[in-house]
């Protein structure tokens, strides 16, 4: 007869999800026993690098991913890049070791106390089945969970001893629709508006990239004529960049943007949030007479939006039907945005001659995962995104996303074939908060690369303190970290990029090699400003 482990495995296999990142404890043994050779098993030194690498694998593969971690401790582990995960949509099914049921009544060791709402409210879904014969029909409801929009993880947390148990009768998975169609009645009366604007503006943002709608939003914009930001602090580039319609990401704070606003009508915000705002600067959040359509695939985004009416939908959908419904416009294009003015030298060098270099030695079809708090700005200005699935980024503002997602990154695209060199841009300080992720890339043999500006500090911190008028904050220099020294004992390639001109030979050779590259980079350390 076959046991719910069996069951289990025939379901994952059916629904495709045969990689799991984890990091074994006792209470998933049971499961990861005499392991399947066709599955393979992604090796994290810690629960947060094992999350955000099946956030960035799924992001790229389109697929929800599998992580297992371990009981109680180990989800605590993950919870930092479970709430990335839950912001930046990525369909993820975690599921999580509990104690042997016989014993629960007793608490021993390494129970999970209310097992289902420790990692709430950063899943969709949380369960823990009442019966070992339920987890099957469980992880099926989860992966149908996951998918549907918006997309997010969800939680199974599974006693050990589930598994050995007869399972009921096998059944083959179900599927679910993972996109929304646009009300066509209230389509009509966005397009009615647009049709009326005088000075119409469009904002992007992640889920354009993550709909494959980037031709549609350029179509869009070349229709109305109209300018076009990305939304702000976007966890993915959802327009090309090097397009003369477009003109950077707006500002994260209330009075600031909608001053970028002002001398327009209407503002049409797809695939966003209205609007990720930090820090607080009051003011208007539009100008005057301006009215505001956003277009979004989340109830709950469409409800705590402080200005705007909302249209439920997904956000390629809808770019095409707005598309039908519109008529051309002699509206003339914007003016081009003029060009960022050359990076003065210096050395250290300024962290805008350092990514002045990365974008001359850029590969046409390179992947960016960058988290660089300080240095966004200047990577952002330096760097345009110019192809769609280019740009990932953590969507809630915590550290210790990028590296593991830059490892899931690369594993995606070499399992998917795809192929495209992957390449993170990684600040001194977020570095340290997953860098046992390094270990994975190497032992996966990635051709990863990761360049590390080093300034020695929180630089973002510091400018958050001067922006607040908060002087004498303790703990915000990071003097005595040697990173090289780090790489290489994650088996990691590693070289110091003293100059700009030495990071073309340094990046090249990294995406030639077998095994990931760090290479750190020395900055100047003043600190930019906030906004």
């Known amino acids: 007869m076959a046991t719910v482990r069996d069951t289990t495995y025939d379901l994952l296999r059916d629904l495709g999800m045969t990689t799991v990142f984890g990091n074994p404890g006792s209470t998933e043994e049971p499961f990861l026993a005499a392991f399947p050779d066709d599955f393979e098993y992604v090796h994290a030194l810690h629960e ?16 929800p991913a599998h992580v297992n971690l371990h009981t109680a401790p180990g989800t605590g ?89 007869p399972a009921d009768p096998y059944e083959p998975p179900r599927t679910v629709s993972t996109r929304i169609a646009p009300d066509p009645y209230r389509l009509g009366e966005f397009a009615a508006v647009l049709s ?18 980037w031709p549609a939003a350029v179509a869009l914009a070349e229709r109305l004529g109209a300018p076009v930001w990305t939304a702000p602090a976007p966890e993915r580039a959802a327009f090309p960049e090097d397009h003369p319609h477009y003109r950077g990401v707006l500002p994260y704070a209330i009075a600031p943007l909608a001053e970028k606003l002002r001398g327009h009508d209407t503002v049409l915000v797809v695939g966003a949030p209205v609007f990720r705002y930090y820090p607080h600067v009051p003011g208007d959040h539009l100008p005057d007479g301006v009215r505001l359509l956003h277009v979004t695939d989340d109830p709950e985004e469409a409800a705590r939006a402080p200005v705007g009416d909302s249209l439920l939908g997904d ?6 039907d707005l598309l039908d419904l519109l008529p051309a416009t002699d509206r003339p294009p914007p003016p081009a945005r003029p060009a960022p003015p050359p990076p003065e030298d210096g050395s250290p060098p300024s962290a805008d001659a350092l990514f002045a270099a990365l974008a001359r030695y850029w590969p046409a079809d390179a992947v960016l995962v960058q988290e660089s708090p300080s240095n966004l700005s200047a990577l952002r200005r330096r760097l345009p995104i110019t192809r769609p699935g280019s740009y990932f980024t953590m969507a809630s503002g915590g550290l210790g996303y990028g590296l593991p997602a830059a490892v899931g990154i690369a594993l995606a695209q070499r399992d998917t074939g795809r192929g495209r060199p992957v390449v993170a841009v990684i600040g001194d300080g977020s570095f340290h908060y997953s860098v046992q992720a390094l270990w994975t890339a190497a032992r996966l043999r990635l051709p990863l690369v990761v360049v590390v500006p080093v300034n020695q500090q929180y630089a973002i ?27 290489r004992g994650y088996g990691c390639a590693t070289a110091t990029v003293e100059t700009p001109e030495q990071l073309g030979e340094a990046l090249a050779a990294g995406l030639r090699a077998d095994r990931p590259t760090v290479l750190p980079a020395p900055i100047r350390t003043e600190v930019p400003a906030l906004l």
């Open 77 to 165: 582990n993950a919870m930092g890049n479970l709430v990335t995960a839950w912001h930046n949509r990525a369909p993820l099914i975690v599921t999580a070791g509990q104690q042997t049921r016989e014993m629960l009544l007793i608490e021993p060791r390494l129970t999970s106390r209310r097992a289902t709402e420790l990692p709430q409210p950063y899943v969709k879904w949380s369960h823990e089945p009442a019966r070992a014969q339920d987890v099957p029909a469980a992880l099926m409801r989860a992966y149908a969970t996951a998918v549907q929009p918006p997309a997010g993880p969800v939680f199974l947390s599974l006693p050990l001893d589930d598994w050995g148990k």
């Open 48 to 63: 947060a690098s094992a999350v955000g690498m099946a956030d960035g694998y799924a992001q790229v593969t389109g697929r």
């Open 315 to 320: 956000a390629g959908l809808t770019l095409a």
């Open 196 to 213: 009326a604007s005088r000075a119409p503006v469009l904002i992007v943002g992640a889920a354009v990239d993550r709909a494959g709608a």
């Open 461 to 487: 911190l510091k400018a958050f303190a001067d922006f607040k008028q908060t002087p004498g904050v303790p703990g915000l220099d990071l003097p005595g970290l040697d990173i090289a020294a780090l790489a």
